[in-house]
Every structure is written in C-alpha cells, then in structure tokens.
C-alpha cells in the first residue's frame, strides 16, 4: 500500500521559510510525478508545485514563484517544498501527492491527476 508522510509544518513569521519533506513508502519515485498542493479554510485546494519523475521539469504556481523550490531526492524518496518569504496568504495545510506516470507523461499540477495523498501538513505564517 501506498504511503506519504509530510513534514516540516508548524508556525512562522511572515518573511520566514519552512522546508517541507514528503517521504515516500511502498513505491519509488522514479515511476511517479509528485505534487505539492495546499488548502486554505474555506478555499479549493490548489497546485503549488509539482515535478516530473526524471525530475526535469516543474511547475511553479504564479502565487509562489521566485519563493518556493520544489525538489527531489531519490535515494531517499522524498520530495521537499522549500518555502521562503512566507506571507499570511500561504498559511494552509500542504499536502503531497503522487501520480503514477510513464516518460512521456506531461507535467500535470492539477489535483485530479493524483491518486496518492498524505494527511498533510499544517503551515501558519502569523506574527
């Protein structure tokens, strides 16, 4: 059985960073688009980042561009969302995904596509 655990939540100031890990059981990445995705109260949840599973491409969501890095480590199987110059607008919880795919499978950031979540991990940017 699939398994993701997210971590690296908790409570920052506005300008902070935070770095998110997302650790992968029961299946590899190599044969899986992963994503970042968040949900504020009250909001749909939305694509943040999301990257192929060769790891050669990615997608950045307008709102976060230039702030937050998406990136992989295989030999751990965990993905990372590096957030910095946190604002109060990103405060939600984060949840990561996999996408089984093949090679030539386009780099999709829409929840739709993804059939594996974790229970996600909270993030609130406050002073």
């Known amino acids: 059985q699939v398994q993701i655990a997210e971590s690296g939540g908790g409570l920052v100031q506005p300008g902070g960073s935070l770095r998110l890990s997302c650790e992968a059981s029961r299946f590899t990445l190599n044969y899986h688009a992963m994503g970042w995705f968040r949900q504020a109260p009250g909001k749909e949840r939305e694509g943040v980042s999301c990257i192929t599973r060769g790891g050669g491409s990615t997608y950045v969501a307008d709102s976060v561009k230039g702030r937050f890095t998406i990136t992989k480590d295989t030999s751990k199987n965990t993905v990372y969302l590096e957030m910095n110059g946190l604002r109060p607008e990103d405060t939600a919880v984060y949840y990561c995904?996999?996408?089984?795919?093949?090679?030539?499978?386009?780099?999709?950031?829409?929840?739709?596509?993804?059939?594996?979540w974790g229970r996600g991990t909270e993030v609130t940017v406050s002073s």
């Open positions: 995904a996999a996408r089984r795919t093949i090679l030539t499978t386009p780099l999709s950031c829409d929840a739709l596509d993804y059939s594996f």
